[in-house]
């Protein structure tokens, strides 16, 4: 039986229901009638019959689709329990939920284990900076790494080619630290992220499993945004390392015509 006709099957039965109820009603108000002989009362009879014919109208017509309707409910019911949320796929699930949660935790400490090498005092205050993982250290940078490598050289000890390739290479050198040390706070965020969904997989409820699924690729396009901003600042390193090997033959170029000039002046002077 199909869902149109157990409706208009119940439509019916209603209907039919509330006319018979409406009869027995209109009877019970009717005045009292004088007893017959035998003692028996003509609305009693009436009553009888409406309700036994409503007895049968709700055993007959009512029941046949309320039961069909019933069963239609119980096979939804058992192909969701069975195809699409089977219970044990959804206790696999999360058991592997919970085992990822150890791993995390696993992850997260060998991550912060300390990495720092230097021995110095001030090679030890930049490092400090660079492996804070904090934000927070990023303006400090500038001062500790000028402390241990030093500035751009004045204007009378060097010629102002080399000052402004000097000042370029520091320049990009603090950029990757700083960028460094920015991107080690967005991999804390990202890992402290993966645990919190990982610990709202082992308790979620299978419907909302596309959430979690839209909050997971959420990340993941966040983490590649990271990424490639990692890999950009490697590629600006890169360049700048490039163009120090291309400006130092340029230099040497010059040096060497500069003194091919002065030899030449110096021999036709001996002339």
């Keep these: 039986m199909n869902w149109p006709s157990s409706i208009r099957s119940w439509k019916f039965a209603r209907n039919a229901i509330a006319s018979l109820l409406a009869i027995a009603v209109v009877v019970l108000m009717m005045p009292a009638r004088a007893r017959s002989q035998l003692g028996l009362d003509p609305c009693c009879a009436i009553i009888s019959a409406g309700l036994s014919s409503i007895s049968n109208l709700l055993s007959s017509v ?3 689709p309320l039961g069909a309707i019933q069963q239609i409910e119980q ?4 192909f969701e329990q069975q195809v699409v949320f089977p219970i044990t796929a959804i206790n696999q699930a ?5 085992q990822f949660q150890g791993q995390f935790a696993q992850m997260r400490q060998i991550f912060q284990l300390p990495v720092s090498s ?5 090679p030890q205050q930049l490092e400090q900076s660079l492996l804070s993982r904090d934000p927070r250290a990023v303006p400090q940078i500038a001062s500790k790494y000028a402390s241990l490598y030093g ?11 080399v000052r402004d390739l000097v000042d370029m290479t520091d320049g990009e050198a603090q950029a990757a630290m700083k960028k460094a040390v920015e991107i080690d706070a967005l991999a804390d965020l990202e890992l402290q ?3 919190k969904i990982n610990q709202q997989l ?10 979690l699924e839209a909050q997971s690729s959420a990340w993941l396009v966040r983490a590649n945004a990271y990424t490639q901003s990692a890999m950009a600042e490697l590629a600006r390193v890169r360049s700048i390392e490039l163009a120090n090997t291309g400006a130092q033959l340029k230099f040497s170029t010059i ?6 000039n002065s030899s030449g002046q110096m021999l036709q002077g001996a002339q």
């Design 118 to 122: 230097a021995t110095l005092p001030t």
């Design 202 to 211: 082992q308790t979620a409820a299978p419907g909302s499993a596309a959430i």
């Design 193 to 195: 992220a993966a645990e």
């Design 62 to 64: 009512v029941a046949k």
């Design 75 to 78: 096979q939804s019911v058992n």
């Design 151 to 161: 500035t751009v050289m004045p204007t009378t000890d060097a010629p102002q080619a």
């Design 94 to 98: 999360r058991g592997l939920a919970g």
């Design 255 to 260: 040096h060497a015509n500069t003194l091919q």
